[in-house]
């Protein structure tokens, strides 16, 4: 299957910095690519959805200036989470699609905010 | 209301027994369903897919899902599970015609003990 790989794994921040995770689609190019977040133990949230050249749709809830999607080729998107504090700590997931029915997934990246 | 359900957080079972894992979904329109494992730590992995055809659909790893329409199920089998298979499951749909995103069940956390 296709793969997409995500960057970094793992990363630690400290309160108030900001952090971006890449999302690349490695041998197929991605119209579409999704970003989640997911809780301990709980499923994946859908944050936003991007098209590659165009703005990200976020979902309900999701703030924008905060969580900043870019996805300027069809193989790279990325999330900066911005001003990063404690509770935006979690475990983010990208996914990337170039057909209209199956999306591939990352293996994520912890995040840890001190 | 478009919505998935799995009805099972939790499934502890034997080696070399079988299993299913349940999975219901709400839609009026037609839909698109998919099978993923998470293991800790990781990104999703596609098990098997229902798109169209065949309702009985073969996936990795020996799972098998039948679509159900009429009951609006799409639950996942293993005839005899490994502790390998321990990890995290989640039935995800997409509901046609609306917007691209998948929505995700709550997951079921199979646990095989030997």
């Known amino acids: 299957g296709a793969v997409v790989s995500q960057h970094p794994s793992r990363v630690i921040c400290k309160s108030g910095t900001s952090v971006k995770i890449e999302c690349r689609s490695l041998?197929?190019?991605?119209?579409?690519m999704f970003w989640y977040r997911q809780f301990p133990k709980q499923s994946l949230m859908l944050m936003a959805t991007?098209?590659?050249?165009?703005?990200?749709?976020?979902e309900q809830g999701v703030e924008k200036d905060k969580f900043l999607i870019n996805h300027a080729s069809l193989t790279l998107s990325t999330l900066t989470v911005t001003s990063a504090h404690p509770e935006d700590s979690s475990f983010y997931i990208c996914?990337?699609?170039?057909?209209?029915?199956?999306?591939?997934f990352g293996q994520g990246t912890r995040l840890t905010v001190v | 209301a478009q919505s998935v359900t799995q009805l099972d957080s939790q499934v502890p079972v034997f080696e070399e027994a079988p299993v299913e894992l349940r999975c219901n979904y709400s839609?009026?329109?037609?839909?698109?369903l998919f099978w993923y494992v998470q293991y800790p730590n990781q990104g999703l992995q596609l098990l098997l897919k229902?798109?169209?055809?065949?309702?009985l659909v073969k996936g990795i790893n020996g799972f098998e899902a039948e679509f159900n329409k009429s009951q609006t199920s799409f639950h996942l089998r293993k005839p005899s599970v490994h502790i390998s298979d321990t990890a995290e499951y989640f039935c995800?749909?997409?509901?046609?015609?609306?917007?691209?995103?998948?929505?995700f069940g709550k997951g079921t956390k199979l646990t095989v003990n030997p």
């Open positions: 995800a749909v997409r509901f046609q015609g609306g917007s691209e995103k998948l929505v």
């Open positions: 996914s990337a699609r170039w057909s209209d029915t199956e999306a591939f």
């Open positions: 839609s009026s329109v037609s839909v698109y």
């Open positions: 991007s098209n590659e050249g165009s703005k990200a749709t976020y």
């Open positions: 041998d197929f190019q991605a119209t579409t």
């Open positions: 229902y798109l169209s055809g065949s309702t």
